[in-house]
């Protein structure tokens, strides 16, 4: 390969990328483009990537600052500086990892680079964490060797112990000549290599496994089959997540594609989850969330503080607003015939909340429906804080879920609510405020709404 030609007599020429390209016969321009890319410039002195940030990000590293605020002070993305931490190198859609994969992420097809007697060259030029040595230190480490200075002095040029410096020197060393190059790719060469996987070869254990799953069993259920299946036949076992390698990542699977199919959620790759930090914004107001929300709303001691929700119509064609007063379980209705887009439940939300006492006007907590988006404006035109709950968790707003239950009796699921006019919905609203509750010792919502506003 040439380029590993290159680098090889980049070591003998003492780090001269020209002399280096004029012994392998290779353009100068493209053989200074090899040594950029692997951190060298010049006679071996360490230089910088193609992105201008990363010498900062690298040096911030280094000194021990989190990837994060190291990319933020660097002004580097942080998946690009992941990307950098573990040695990933983008071409076009695809990423090729130190181990020789490659994503594509366009087709989400995984293919394993073929395996050559050279390591790859995204593995020579991985920079992973700050506790590997990398090509630039090692230069510096053949540098000061061929000066004569001592292993400490080294490694207080390096800022690492003698003790990493004699071991890279004893390991790497031929016929007791360092060579930081040559050391570089007998490193990359010693990490681990990607293997095959069990499945990958034709055999019992993967006839069984496609068997199952042509059965609709998940790689779960299989896993643990197995050990039944098979007690004392140690060669039959296999992870969940092997299996779903074997189905996903096609060049190192084995399983056919249309096993594929066998899945419950017929998907032929990965969903890719991402944590709450790194998840899109549901609206673009920020949200408060219901942990946010003040202590008094939660024992419902203090009245004035609200559940909303929508009933929906057939295929989402009109929808009633229900609001829930969580001390006295007081019922409000709102009128949305025509849809429930954010503008319009906003606007019958804002009379509904203004006609109240403005000791009643406390907040409202609403599930992440988009017909909240615009909350903030909401708050701005009452004054009522809105709190979310968090995603499928209906049960931090069961006043209201228990309205709605109770207001099928009158709208029934399938039934069109845009033929219920205004008046309507304040006779059912009636209807509901004037119906005993145990929960509030057989009073009315009315009562003890009328208690309320006659004793304040």
Same mark, same amino acid.
């Given at each position: 390969?040439?380029?590993?030609?290159?680098?090889?007599?980049?070591?003998?020429?003492?780090?001269?990328?020209?002399?280096?390209?004029?012994?392998?016969?290779?353009?100068?321009?493209?053989?200074?483009?090899? %040594?950029? #890319?692997?951190?060298?410039?010049?006679?071996?002195?360490?230089?910088?990537?193609?992105?201008?940030?990363?010498?900062?990000?690298?040096?911030?590293?280094?000194?021990?600052?989190?990837?994060?605020?190291?990319?933020?002070?660097?002004?580097?993305?942080?998946?690009? %500086?992941?990307?950098?931490?573990?040695?990933?190198?983008?071409?076009?859609?695809?990423?090729?990892?130190?181990?020789?994969?490659?994503?594509?992420?366009?087709?989400?097809? *995984?293919?394993?680079?073929?395996?050559?007697?050279?390591?790859?060259?995204?593995?020579?030029?991985?920079?992973?964490?700050?506790?590997?040595?990398?090509?630039?230190?090692?230069?510096?480490?053949?540098?000061?060797?061929?000066?004569?200075?001592? +292993?400490?002095?080294?490694?207080?040029?390096?800022?690492?112990?003698?003790?990493?410096?004699?071991?890279?020197?004893?390991?790497?060393?031929?016929? /007791?000549?360092?060579?930081?190059?040559?050391?570089?790719?007998?490193?990359?060469?010693?990490?681990?290599?990607?293997?095959?996987?069990?499945?990958?070869?034709?055999?019992?254990?993967?006839?069984?496994?496609?068997? #199952?799953?042509?059965?609709?069993?998940?790689?779960?259920?299989?896993?643990?089959?197995?050990?039944?299946?098979?007690?004392?036949?140690?060669?039959?076992?296999?992870?969940?997540?092997?299996?779903?390698?074997?189905?996903?990542?096609?060049?190192?699977?084995?399983?056919?594609?249309?096993?594929? +199919?066998?899945?419950?959620?017929?998907?032929?790759?990965?969903?890719?989850?991402?944590?709450?930090?790194?998840?899109?914004? #549901?609206?673009?107001?920020?949200?408060?969330?219901?942990?946010?929300?003040?202590?008094?709303?939660?024992?419902?001691?203090?009245?004035?503080?609200?559940?909303?929700?929508?009933?929906?119509?057939?295929?989402?064609?009109?929808?009633?607003?229900?609001?829930?007063?969580?001390?006295?379980?007081?019922?409000?209705? /709102?009128?949305?015939?025509?849809?429930?887009?954010?503008?319009?439940?906003?606007?019958?939300?804002?009379?509904?909340?203004?006609?109240?006492?403005?000791?009643?006007?406390?907040?409202?907590?609403?599930?992440?429906?988009?017909?909240?988006?615009?909350?903030? &404006?909401? *708050?701005?035109?009452?004054?009522?804080?809105?709190?979310?709950?968090?995603?499928?968790?209906?049960?931090?707003?069961?006043?209201?879920?228990?309205?709605?239950?109770?207001?099928? &009796?009158?709208?029934?699921?399938?039934?069109?609510?845009?033929?219920?006019?205004?008046?309507?919905?304040?006779?059912?609203? &009636?209807?509901?405020? /004037?119906?005993?509750?145990?929960?509030?010792?057989?009073?009315?919502?009315?009562?003890?709404?009328?208690?309320?506003?006659?004793? *304040?």
């Amino acid at each position: 390969m040439l380029k590993a030609r290159f680098f090889e007599a980049l070591d003998r020429e003492d780090g001269s990328v020209t002399a280096a390209a004029r012994a392998v016969g290779v353009n100068r321009n493209t053989a200074f483009g090899w %040594a950029r #890319r692997a951190g060298v410039r010049g006679r071996g002195k360490p230089g910088t990537s193609g992105h201008p940030g990363r010498a900062e990000y690298e040096r911030l590293r280094a000194a021990g600052v989190r990837r994060r605020d190291a990319a933020a002070q660097a002004g580097v993305h942080e998946r690009t %500086a992941q990307d950098w931490d573990q040695g990933i190198r983008q071409i076009g859609h695809s990423r090729l990892r130190a181990d020789g994969r490659l994503i594509d992420y366009t087709t989400g097809v *995984t293919t394993i680079v073929a395996a050559t007697s050279q390591p790859s060259v995204a593995a020579v030029e991985a920079e992973l964490h700050p506790r590997f040595l990398t090509v630039a230190e090692r230069e510096l480490i053949a540098d000061m060797r061929r000066e004569g200075r001592s +292993l400490h002095a080294i490694g207080r040029a390096l800022g690492r112990p003698a003790s990493t410096v004699k071991r890279e020197i004893d390991a790497r060393a031929v016929a /007791g000549v360092y060579r930081p190059h040559r050391a570089q790719r007998a490193w990359a060469k010693s990490r681990s290599r990607p293997k095959d996987s069990k499945l990958a070869q034709e055999g019992a254990l993967r006839d069984f496994v496609a068997g #199952r799953l042509q059965e609709r069993w998940s790689p779960e259920q299989i896993c643990h089959a197995l050990p039944i299946e098979f007690p004392d036949d140690e060669s039959m076992r296999v992870s969940p997540e092997t299996i779903y390698q074997a189905i996903y990542v096609q060049a190192r699977g084995g399983l056919r594609r249309e096993v594929a +199919l066998a899945l419950r959620t017929g998907r032929t790759r990965r969903k890719p989850h991402r944590s709450a930090e790194q998840r899109t914004r #549901r609206f673009v107001d920020e949200m408060v969330m219901i942990s946010e929300r003040p202590a008094e709303v939660e024992d419902r001691a203090v009245p004035g503080h609200w559940e909303g929700d929508l009933i929906v119509g057939p295929r989402s064609e009109s929808a009633i607003v229900t609001l829930v007063e969580r001390s006295t379980r007081y019922v409000l209705l /709102g009128h949305l015939p025509g849809g429930h887009t954010a503008e319009e439940v906003r606007d019958v939300l804002v009379p509904l909340v203004q006609a109240l006492p403005g000791h009643l006007r406390g907040s409202l907590t609403w599930d992440q429906g988009c017909e909240m988006a615009a909350h903030k &404006q909401f *708050t701005v035109a009452t004054g009522v804080p809105v709190y979310f709950c968090d995603p499928h968790s209906p049960w931090q707003r069961g006043s209201n879920e228990n309205t709605n239950g109770l207001l099928r &009796q009158y709208f029934p699921k399938g039934t069109d609510l845009s033929v219920h006019s205004p008046e309507d919905l304040e006779h059912v609203a &009636q209807q509901l405020n /004037g119906r005993p509750r145990k929960t509030l010792g057989w009073k009315t919502p009315a009562e003890r709404l009328r208690d309320l506003l006659t004793t *304040t």
